[in-house]
């Protein structure tokens, strides 16, 4: 048996889980395409990865060649999954316990006398993203605008 | 108002008014929780004394731009936007007076209370509590 605050969160938690692993897995292509170095004061800093490129340039002297650095992320197809939205739902026995509401699943999901039994209940629950707070997104904003600026 | 008699002992019982109150205290313990998450979860991307985490980028021979890690990661919390808690009851367990105090009571919360009478047993209720963001 087990709590419902206690089911709850724990299905909530999992969800939360996989969620974090995809945040991560944003945080993980900057692995992927740059590289760590240390800047002249010793800061780390990250370094694209770059390949060359031979880029066609018309001269007066004809077709010139010019070596042109083309960072690694520019050329790859970049994703972000996220989780749209999780829906669970499950069957259970309503049960009581320390005057508490406790869920004590089916042992067997075929057997009749036990799912059809007036104490059996269903629960659904859905998890789905929700919107950025309002403070958090002015902020984030505001650093894109600032970043915007930074980048020719 | 009792609903559900634990089939051994008999003192077990629990009312309706209860199961209300209990699906409501998991959905709150449950927004503290995240509220909890969201709290650490930002102190991932801020320091102490609140500066932003920073990357520093090299975006050309000589230049580097420091970017917030918040921008660097796609950032979308999750919590439970819809979650409903249904069962059955004998209709003579119900105190319709003590129900539609239970409904003014979580008006206006997001939650709602339904009940409908079984097709095939007119003496069971059908209850469904449902919650929706």
Redesign the interface.
Known sequence: MIS??KF??SV??A??SA?DT??DS??G??ARF?NK?K?EDG??????EEISIKYPHISDSGVEYIDVNVPLLTLAPLT?P??D??EFSTKFL????E???KMEFLKDSNNNSESQS?????????????D??EG?KS??EG??RA?KL??? | MRIFQHRKRNKHTLSLCKIILSLKEAFFDNQEFFNGYQIQKLSEFYKEDGTPVLRRIRIDKDRFIEVPLINLVNYAPLCISEFSLSFNIKSRFINIKEVEKQISQIEGTGFDLFLGRDKGDNKIVSVKLSFKR
């Open positions: 419902l605050n709850i969160d909530h938690d969800v939360v969620n995809l945040t944003s945080v292509i900057l740059f170095s800047d800061k780390e800093i990250l370094v694209p972000c996220t989780i939205s999780v309503l049960a009581v316990a005057d508490q509401l007036n104490r059996v209940g269903n629960l659904k629950i859905v998890i789905s993203p929700q950025v707070p958090l902020l984030v650093y894109e970043l930074q980048i020719p």
